[in-house]
């Protein structure tokens, strides 16, 4: 039973606009979630994290977005650039050291 | 430079032989992780350890075992390998206790079971 879901395979952004990347979660008890962009060949690189007791944490170019109430959290990235391009992944914890992944989303930024 | 370190990128293996991934970190973490990556799957948890000699079941544990003797190394054993065990191998290390922080990954290891 997947826990953390990202229903977006694949999402295609002009380079320069927002990319929006969407999180589902199924468990009331994660406390903190992640992003993470994976190139291939490499392991994932963390990006981002949001406590549960926040609902805004921004970073650069990345802000995360968490709404409990709906158990849905979402990566934006302003203005998205061709290096953007990679799989994203969404990942939540329940307590401070077991973490759980989605299946992830491919980004591609178009020219 | 932090750095998680697996002992390969490639491994060529025979069903029914036991396996050994290895994994060092140098960042003095508590917590280390082992994951698999298989396409339309993501990434799923196998083990994890909180501490040196202890370990959590993850998501997917069987047909592994894990071994943490030393704080900076954490082992991945395939006790019998098979074919649906062929995958991409990642390892990760992170602060414990924190809340917060994300994990350093390895490079990760393409393991492929004949």
């Known amino acids: 039973d997947q826990q953390v879901k990202q229903n977006s395979p694949s999402l295609s952004v002009q380079e320069g606009r927002i990319s929006i990347l969407n999180c589902d979660y199924t468990?009331?008890?994660?406390?903190?979630f992640l992003w993470y962009k994976k190139y291939p060949a490499e392991g994932p690189t963390f990006l981002i994290s949001?406590?549960?007791?926040?609902d805004k944490n921004e970073d650069g170019r990345f802000t995360v977005f968490l709404n409990k109430s709906a158990k849905h959290l979402s990566l934006h990235i302003v203005p998205s650039q061709p290096g953007d391009s990679a799989v994203y992944f969404c990942?939540?914890?329940?307590?401070?050291?077991?973490?759980?992944f989605g299946k992830g989303t491919r980004l591609h930024i178009l020219p | 430079d932090v750095k998680v370190t697996q002992s390969s990128r490639y491994l060529v293996k025979r069903t029914g032989e036991k396996v050994f991934l290895e994994c060092v970190q140098d960042?003095?973490?508590?917590?280390m992780f082992w994951y698999r990556q298989d396409p339309g799957l993501g990434l799923r948890l196998i083990y994890f350890?909180?501490?040196?000699?202890?370990?959590e079941k993850g998501d997917i544990p069987e047909g592994y075992s894990v071994s943490r003797e030393k704080k900076e190394r954490f082992s991945l054993i395939l006790e019998s390998a098979s074919t649906n065990q062929t995958s991409m191998y990642l390892c990760?290390?992170?602060?414990?206790?924190?809340?917060?922080?994300?994990?350093?990954f390895g490079p990760g290891t393409r393991l492929t079971v004949l």
């Open positions: 990760a290390s992170r602060v414990g206790g924190t809340g917060g922080g994300g994990q350093f």
């Open positions: 468990n009331s008890m994660f406390d903190y």
């Open positions: 949001i406590s549960s007791i926040k």
């Open positions: 990942a939540a914890s329940e307590r401070d050291d077991k973490i759980i």
């Open positions: 960042m003095d973490h508590e917590n």
């Open positions: 350890s909180y501490d040196v000699k202890m370990k």
